[in-house]
């Protein structure tokens, strides 16, 4: 029965990593079929969003699909590939979005935001550790100490 | 100062807040074109009702048009046509790609549906569709008389879509 069990667990996860679409292209050789695999992988599917056009059923993505496995086989490389499907949709097409002005902000923004935490806390560290040299410092005077016995023992009898 | 420092959390808060409540309003499925200000693609493609006739980014230049992707497995391209139907008669210049399509069927929808196409693009490969970075039927192109590509829409054009986003925007391009 336990036996049962785990092999009905392995083929649940094997499933789930198993590509939706499968497409039997030839290439020549296992390094193009890596690039392609690597292309198909970080594209993503302009119909069904969310989805990369390696998972992706959709016409489209299997057009892309085709249209990549035939620009590898005339010898272009991954740069050139990429660009093709930018100038028709746009960086949507990228899971990996290009370093430019435009997304600046979401390249270095969570680390920004990291350093102004850092920051901050540091500020907060060092304010502290001052207040407390300064009240170290403040040692009562002898009279105070005097004044402090005097009210402690008015309190205390 | 020192309480103006208080008040950055509530800012910074304000200003998340309004980015994502804007996010709520955007509809994802909506991409920007990466075509627009661009030339038409170059293509060179039979028509539908003529197969011997080829066509090329020449046959769109000279006059604004309203370039529309449609096919007769694209469900709401069905709903879409009675619309074009109306524009054509009200003198729209309206070019018909007709993308991924078998042609019989397409000339069967000419002939039950009426035909608001001035020209008929057969695409049945897709290829002009790639080069137009289309993703789904129905999408509309507005191109100038240069041939150039200035605005682009995704889905079914109606009553209401014409006169609120394409409508000026086509008669600005009769006007330059």
């Known amino acids: 029965m336990r036996a049962l069990i785990r092999a009905a667990l392995l083929g649940l996860a094997l499933s789930m990593t198993a590509h939706a679409a499968i497409d039997t292209y030839e290439f020549k050789s296992d390094a193009e079929r890596e690039r392609y695999r690597g292309l198909i992988e970080e594209l993503r599917c302009p119909k069904c969003q969310n989805q990369n056009i390696a998972d992706s059923d959709a016409p489209i993505a299997m057009d892309l699909r085709r249209e990549i496995y035939r620009m590898l086989g005339e010898g272009q490389s991954d740069e050139q590939i990429v660009d093709y499907l930018v100038a028709r949709y746009g960086d949507f097409v990228r899971y990996k979005p290009p370093l430019d002005a435009r997304t600046m902000l979401l390249w270095y923004g969570p680390a920004g935001l990291l350093a102004i935490g850092f920051g901050v806390l540091a500020m907060i560290l060092v304010r502290r550790r001052r207040s407390v040299a300064t009240s170290a410092s403040n040692t009562l005077s002898p009279a105070e100490r005097e004044r402090l016995a005097t009210l402690l023992d008015k309190k205390d009898p | ?176």
């Not at chain 2, 807040?17 to 909506?30: H, N, S, T």
């Not at chain 2, 694209?74 to 309206?94: Q, W």
Request: hydrophobic fraction near 45%; include cysteine; proline fraction near 6%.
């Open chain 2, 1 to 176: 100062m020192k309480r103006a420092i208080f008040l950055l959390p509530l800012v910074l808060f304000l200003g998340i807040a309004a980015f994502l409540y804007r996010g709520l309003f955007l509809d994802p499925a909506e991409l920007p074109s990466a075509l627009i200000g661009k030339p038409f693609p170059a293509f060179s493609l039979p028509a539908v009702e003529q197969p011997e006739r080829t066509l090329g980014v020449a046959d769109l230049q000279g006059r604004p048009a309203l370039v529309n992707v449609w096919a007769t497995w694209c469900v709401s391209c069905k709903v879409e046509h009675p619309v074009l139907n109306e524009l054509a008669r009200r003198g729209v210049n309206i070019v018909g790609v007709n993308y991924k399509d078998d042609n019989a069927s397409a000339l069967k929808w000419l002939k039950e549906f009426h035909n608001p196409y001035q020209l008929n693009i057969r695409d049945e490969q897709g290829s002009l569709g790639l080069d137009l970075g289309v993703y789904g039927a129905p999408e509309t192109f507005l191109i100038d008389r240069h041939g150039i590509i200035r605005h682009k829409f995704v889905g079914v054009i109606d009553e209401r879509v014409w006169r609120e986003q394409l409508a000026a925007r086509y008669q600005e391009l009769l006007d330059e």
